[in-house]
C-alpha cells in the first residue's frame, strides 16, 4: 500500500476538501470510492490496529493484542471473508459499528475500539471506507477471545460506560474557524482519533475532557504518551508548524531524534500517507488549542 500510495501521488496532490470530506489525490481517484477508501483508511489507522505484525499475521486479518489495565483484546478479521471477517456486512453495519459502537447483531463494542472518536466521521468517508474494505482479499481467520478482568468482561456493562462517557453524533465544525482549522480539527478529534491515545483517562477508561490530548503517563501497552498541545514546556509549543508537518510525514523531531513505540507505525501507517494540504492543516489545529499542562 506504501507503495501505490506513493505511485498515485497521494501525498502531493488533492483536491479542496472541507471538514466533512476526505481529501482525494485526483479528479479519477474522486470517482472512485474504493480509491478514495484508500485514504479514508489510512488517515484512520484501520493497518496497524488490525494487523498483527509482530506475529507476522495476515494483513487486516485481526489478533493484534492491545494490552490495558482492563485485561488484553485482541482486535477482529476485517477483511471481507464472510465466515471470519466482515463480508456478511453491509455499509450500514460499518456505519453503527463505527457511530455508534455497535455489531451488527446490536451488541455493544469496547471502546478499545476507537468508535468514540469515529462517531464523528462523515457518511461519506464511512461509506469510502467499507468499499476499500470490500475490495481487499478475504481472509479466514477466526477471531480470539478477549482476556479481560471482571466485571469487565460482561459487555452489558458496556450500556452503562456508554451512558457515562460517550456521546454520538456526526463532527460539527466550527463556523468561527477557516477551512483549514476545520479539516484539521476532524482529522485530529475524528478520523485520526487522536484522543484515543493521547488524553488520560479514569479508572473505569473514559477520557479526561478537562486534559484532551496533554499526553498521559499510561497510553497503549502502558507506555508514556507526550503532549500534544501547545503548551511551551510540557507539550509542542516550541515547534513550528513546519516542525509538525514533518514529523507526521517522517517521524524526525525538531530536534533531530525520531518518533518510537505506537507513534512509529502511526507515521509508517497513517500520517505519511496523508496529503501535504492535510498535514498542514493537523498542524494548525493542534498549534490553536489551548496550552495544558502535562498530567
Not at 505511485?7 to 485526483?26: F, M, N
Not at 470517482?31 to 494487523?51: I, L
Not at 471506507?129 to 459487555?155: C, D, G, K, T, V
Request: proline share 9%; hydrophobic share 40%; net charge neutral.
Amino acid at each position: 500500500m506504501a507503495a501505490l500510495a506513493a505511485a498515485l501521488g497521494l501525498a502531493a496532490v488533492v483536491t479542496a476538501a472541507g471538514p466533512g470530506r476526505a481529501a482525494a489525490p485526483s479528479a479519477v481517484e474522486a470517482a472512485d470510492p474504493a480509491a478514495r477508501g484508500a485514504y479514508v483508511f489510512h488517515a484512520a489507522g484501520c493497518q496497524a490496529c488490525h494487523t498483527d505484525s509482530k506475529n507476522k499475521g495476515p494483513r487486516l486479518a485481526g489478533g493484534r493484542a492491545l494490552s490495558t489495565p482492563f485485561g488484553t483484546f485482541y482486535t477482529p478479521n476485517i477483511t471481507p471473508d464472510a465466515e471470519t471477517g466482515i463480508g456478511g456486512w453491509s455499509v450500514e453495519d460499518l456505519a453503527r459499528a463505527l457511530h455508534e459502537g455497535r455489531g451488527p447483531d446490536g451488541r455493544h463494542y469496547y471502546p478499545a475500539f476507537p468508535y468514540t472518536s469515529y462517531t464523528g466521521m462523515t457518511d461519506r468517508d464511512v461509506a469510502d471506507l467499507w468499499a476499500y474494505l470490500m475490495a481487499q482479499p478475504p481472509i479466514s481467520r477466526p477471531n480470539r477471545a478477549h482476556e479481560l478482568l471482571l466485571p469487565f468482561r460482561f459487555r452489558v456493562t458496556l450500556g452503562i460506560w456508554k451512558a457515562l462517557f460517550f456521546k454520538p453524533g456526526r463532527f460539527a465544525g466550527d463556523p468561527a474557524r477557516d477551512e483549514t482549522w476545520n479539516r484539521g480539527a476532524y482529522l485530529v478529534e475524528a478520523l485520526g482519533h487522536c484522543g484515543a491515545c493521547h488524553t488520560p483517562r479514569n479508572m473505569l477508561g473514559g477520557l479526561d475532557k478537562s486534559s484532551r490530548l496533554a499526553g498521559t503517563a499510561s497510553g497503549p501497552e502502558g507506555k508514556k504518551v507526550p503532549n500534544i498541545t501547545p503548551h511551551p514546556e510540557d507539550g509542542i509549543g516550541k515547534w513550528r508548524e513546519s516542525d509538525i508537518t514533518f514529523f507526521l510525514k517522517t517521524g524526525f523531531l525538531p530536534d533531530g531524534d525520531v518518533a518510537g513505540g505506537a507513534m512509529t507505525e502511526v507515521i509508517d501507517e497513517a500520517t505519511s500517507h496523508l496529503s501535504d494540504t492535510d498535514r498542514a492543516a493537523i498542524a494548525v489545529y493542534l498549534r490553536r488549542l489551548p496550552p495544558l499542562p502535562g498530567p
